[in-house]
């Protein structure tokens, strides 16, 4: 949700479902689902009013489809609140039933009453086994006049019983927050996180001030859940859970509960968050400064340019606090923040500089070109390489020769930015890079990597001449790059890199080779599968290509190999697959031997030719 209409409509939303208004915020919801169909935001909201209205089937729906697809913790959540039993009711049959009112004894039955009562009693039994199965037969019977006792319960003596009891509540759907209350001092830590998942929930202003406590817990997932209980309090409007959310961000015991306030502070997107951030953002003294910058950052509101800008360019805040202030400044893509970054350029810590340099490439402002190629001879190589990326994304072409000469002093990143800028005079500079004995080796394999953006034909001499570099990173990065290109040409020439002086080469070549597809390949991979003396995983890897190219003539070389009790078991295996996979029944007996040698690929490679690995029939020749 990226415009600002956008995001009015949900604040209206978030509003009207605050007020307890969900089926006129249901029809917002929907509205900005249309043109955002897959934002978790808006998903987990319609979900949250669909609860709210009793729609609990398609509630349950949505949360598993935000649990499947993007793992959404407050998906997961919601869901462990929502009893499958309850999937065909509406919400006033539900909460009817489940409703304080429920807590008088009703006459179902005497046999029930009777039952409910035995099981009340022997909860006060001296023997904890008979506790825990009074409290799970609660559970079962489903009588709302357990839920007093139960709730007791929670803070029984026994870990058993207390999870027992927190069980049997959840199952008779208690919607009173009262005992989710007690239960948050209870000694169980299971306890505790259940009671505090369900306040976030229930959405009940009573569970702020308790919540806020519970963020002191001593176990962390009960502290990650009363901030996410917090943030959905804070969705329908609760300033002090937006100000404890603030304060986890400043203090929180752990980094997981800090990332969740941050995660939550930006889903509550608007000014109630913005301001508590910005102060946050200011203090000097706090270790939250670098937090509340980065959360402002994915806000995405431009109120937040000129208080980062503020940190940025004030050299008493502290390295770390400046730095995410650049960051944030990068992502928030306001070009106000363009001089102020050009300024850092000149910083006197290279991490600064750096982060300027990265901050600048974000913003997309061709003013930012002229200072960049400056920072291009920056003494730091990490600034320039950074500065070399940022030139790149900008994409100017006026950074081609100061690009070249940066690639010439051995700036790596310069080849790709070189690559993205293309033309005549980027292509004589990468490729003359290659031939020069004075560039670095680290250059040479960045332009042998980046040769195919070019969409030049005349990369390819260059990248061939590149597989007798005498560095072997460079001849691997080559072989790598002809297997992308797909030209055939390069088929001789990978065969012969077959037989490089290094493994690492001579892998890359097969792999190539495969992808390739040409059959020319055939013999000479067969000729590495059957060299006993080749390393294993060169072999495994001309395995794998002769696979790919899928001609019979490896069968017979496959087979002996499969058969050689010597071979590494990897080898062995590899064999085992290619020969299901090439579909030539020569190869049943051997894999039948195989299989009862324990090969790993034996089984799968018979099904694959029509013999079941458990009948041990084969087909008819």
Same mark, same amino acid.
Not at 242 to 248: N, S
Not at 358 to 383: F, Q, T, Y
Not at 523 to 550: C, H, M, T, Y
Not at 584 to 606: I, S, Y
């Given at each position: 949700?990226?415009?600002?209409?956008?995001?009015?409509?949900?604040?209206?939303?978030?509003?009207?479902?605050?007020?307890?208004?969900?089926?006129?915020?249901?029809?917002?919801?929907?509205?900005?689902?249309?043109?955002?169909?897959?934002?978790?935001?808006?998903?987990?909201?319609?979900?949250?009013?669909?609860?709210?209205?009793?729609?609990?089937?398609?509630?349950?729906?949505?949360?598993?489809?935000?649990?499947?697809?993007?793992?959404?913790?407050?998906?997961?959540?919601?869901?462990?609140?929502?009893?499958?039993?309850?999937?065909?009711?509406?919400?006033?049959?539900?909460?009817?039933?489940?409703?304080?009112?429920?807590?008088?004894?009703?006459?179902?039955?005497?046999?029930?009453?009777?039952?409910?009562?035995?099981?009340?009693?022997?909860?006060?039994?001296?023997?904890?086994?008979?506790?825990?199965?009074?409290?799970?037969?609660?559970?079962?019977?489903?009588?709302?006049?357990?839920?007093?006792?139960?709730?007791?319960?929670?803070?029984?003596?026994?870990?058993?019983?207390?999870?027992?009891?927190?069980?049997?509540?959840?199952?008779?759907?208690?919607?009173?927050?009262?005992?989710?209350?007690?239960?948050?001092?209870?000694?169980?830590?299971?306890?505790?996180?259940?009671?505090?998942?369900?306040?976030?929930?229930?959405?009940?202003?009573?569970?702020?001030?308790?919540?806020?406590?519970?963020?002191?817990?001593?176990?962390?997932?009960?502290?990650?859940?009363?901030?996410?209980?917090?943030?959905?309090?804070?969705?329908?409007?609760?300033?002090?859970?937006?100000?404890?959310?603030?304060?986890?961000?400043?203090?929180?015991?752990?980094?997981?509960?800090?990332?969740?306030?941050?995660?939550?502070?930006?889903?509550?997107?608007?000014?109630?968050?913005?301001?508590?951030?910005?102060?946050?953002?200011?203090?000097?003294?706090?270790?939250?400064?670098?937090?509340?910058?980065?959360?402002?950052?994915?806000?995405?509101?431009?109120?937040?340019?000129?208080?980062?800008?503020?940190?940025?360019?004030?050299?008493?805040?502290?390295?770390?606090?400046?730095?995410?202030? !650049? /960051? %944030? =400044?990068?992502? @928030?893509? &306001?070009?106000? #923040? $363009?001089? +102020?970054?050009?300024?850092? *350029?000149?910083?006197?810590?290279?991490?600064?500089?750096?982060?300027?340099?990265?901050?600048?490439?974000?913003?997309?402002?061709?003013?930012?070109?002229?200072?960049?190629?400056?920072?291009?001879?920056?003494?730091?190589?990490?600034?320039?390489?950074?500065? !070399? /990326? %940022? =030139?790149?994304? @900008?994409? &100017?072409?006026? #950074? $081609?020769? +100061?690009?070249?000469?940066? *690639?010439?002093?051995?700036?790596?990143?310069?080849?790709?930015?070189?690559?993205?800028?293309?033309?005549?005079?980027?292509?004589?500079?990468?490729?003359?890079?290659?031939?020069?004995?004075?560039?670095?080796?680290?250059?040479?394999?960045?332009?042998?990597?980046?040769?195919?953006?070019?969409?030049?034909?005349?990369?390819?001499?260059?990248?061939?001449?590149?597989?007798?570099?005498?560095?072997?990173?460079?001849?691997?990065?080559?072989?790598?790059?002809?297997?992308?290109?797909?030209?055939?040409?390069?088929?001789?020439?990978?065969?012969?890199?077959?037989?490089?002086?290094?493994?690492?080469?001579?892998?890359?070549?097969?792999?190539?080779?495969?992808?390739?597809?040409?059959?020319?390949?055939?013999?000479?991979?067969?000729?590495?599968?059957?060299?006993?003396?080749?390393?294993?995983?060169?072999?495994?890897?001309?395995?794998?290509?002769?696979?790919?190219?899928?001609?019979?003539?490896?069968?017979?070389?496959?087979?002996?190999?499969?058969?050689?009790?010597?071979?590494?078991?990897?080898?062995?295996?590899?064999?085992?697959?290619?020969?299901?996979?090439?579909?030539?029944?020569?190869?049943?007996?051997?894999?039948?031997?195989?299989?009862?040698?324990?090969?790993?690929?034996?089984?799968?490679?018979?099904?694959?030719?029509?013999?079941?690995?458990?009948?041990?029939?084969?087909?008819?020749?």
């Amino acid at each position: 949700m990226n415009t600002h209409e956008s995001k009015a409509l949900y604040k209206e939303a978030a509003r009207l479902a605050a007020e307890g208004r969900c089926s006129e915020a249901l029809p917002l919801v929907d509205q900005l689902l249309e043109k955002y169909p897959s934002e978790p935001q808006l998903l987990y909201a319609r979900a949250m009013c669909l609860t709210r209205l009793g729609q609990i089937a398609e509630s349950w729906a949505l949360c598993e489809r935000l649990k499947r697809e993007f793992n959404h913790p407050r998906a997961v959540e919601l869901m462990a609140q929502l009893e499958t039993e309850t999937a065909s009711r509406s919400k006033e049959a539900d909460l009817a039933e489940r409703s304080a009112s429920a807590r008088q004894a009703r006459s179902k039955s005497p046999v029930t009453i009777l039952e409910v009562m035995r099981c009340v009693k022997r909860l006060q039994s001296k023997d904890s086994d008979e506790r825990l199965a009074a409290a799970e037969a609660l559970g079962r019977l489903g009588d709302a006049r357990a839920i007093d006792p139960l709730t007791e319960a929670l803070g029984d003596a026994n870990r058993n019983v207390r999870k027992a009891a927190a069980a049997a509540l959840e199952r008779l759907g208690v919607f009173e927050v009262e005992p989710h209350l007690r239960a948050l001092q209870a000694k169980s830590a299971e306890v505790r996180l259940k009671a505090a998942r369900a306040l976030g929930q229930l959405g009940d202003p009573r569970a702020v001030q308790p919540l806020i406590q519970t963020l002191g817990d001593p176990d962390t997932p009960v502290r990650r859940a009363a901030v996410s209980a917090l943030e959905s309090l804070g969705q329908l409007g609760e300033r002090r859970a937006i100000e404890a959310l603030i304060r986890v961000l400043r203090e929180a015991m752990d980094p997981v509960s800090a990332k969740n306030a941050e995660t939550a502070l930006m889903e509550l997107d608007d000014e109630r968050s913005f301001y508590p951030l910005v102060k946050t953002l200011r203090d000097k003294s706090s270790d939250a400064s670098r937090n509340a910058a980065t959360t402002l950052g994915d806000l995405g509101d431009p109120r937040a340019v000129d208080p980062l800008i503020e940190v940025l360019s004030n050299s008493r805040y502290s390295m770390s606090h400046r730095e995410a202030a !650049a /960051e %944030a =400044l990068g992502k @928030l893509g &306001d070009t106000r #923040a $363009v001089e +102020p970054l050009v300024r850092t *350029l000149n910083d006197r810590d290279l991490h600064m500089r750096k982060a300027a340099a990265e901050a600048l490439g974000k913003l997309g402002d061709n003013s930012a070109v002229p200072p960049l190629i400056k920072a291009l001879a920056d003494r730091d190589l990490h600034v320039c390489e950074t500065a !070399a /990326e %940022a =030139l790149e994304k @900008l994409g &100017d072409p006026r #950074a $081609v020769g +100061p690009l070249t000469k940066a *690639l010439e002093d051995g700036n790596a990143a310069a080849a790709a930015a070189l690559a993205k800028l293309g033309g005549e005079e980027a292509f004589r500079s990468l490729t003359s890079a290659l031939v020069n004995e004075e560039v670095t080796v680290g250059v040479r394999k960045a332009v042998v990597s980046v040769l195919e953006q070019l969409g030049d034909d005349r990369v390819f001499e260059p990248l061939i001449r590149a597989l007798d570099d005498r560095e072997l990173h460079v001849r691997q990065a080559a072989v790598m790059t002809l297997a992308r290109l797909g030209d055939d040409r390069a088929v001789e020439p990978l065969i012969v890199a077959l037989q490089d002086k290094d493994l690492h080469v001579c892998e890359a070549a097969a792999v190539a080779l495969g992808k390739l597809g040409d059959k020319r390949a055939v013999v000479p991979l067969i000729r590495v599968v059957e060299d006993e003396e080749a390393f294993f995983g060169l072999r495994e890897s001309a395995i794998a290509a002769l696979g790919q190219l899928g001609d019979r003539r490896a069968v017979e070389s496959l087979i002996r190999v499969l058969g050689d009790g010597s071979a590494y078991f990897g080898i062995r295996d590899a064999a085992a697959k290619v020969l299901g996979d090439l579909g030539d029944r020569r190869a049943v007996e051997p894999l039948l031997k195989a299989l009862k040698a324990e090969n790993n690929e034996a089984a799968a490679a018979l099904r694959r030719l029509g013999v079941d690995p458990i009948t041990l029939q084969a087909p008819a020749r």
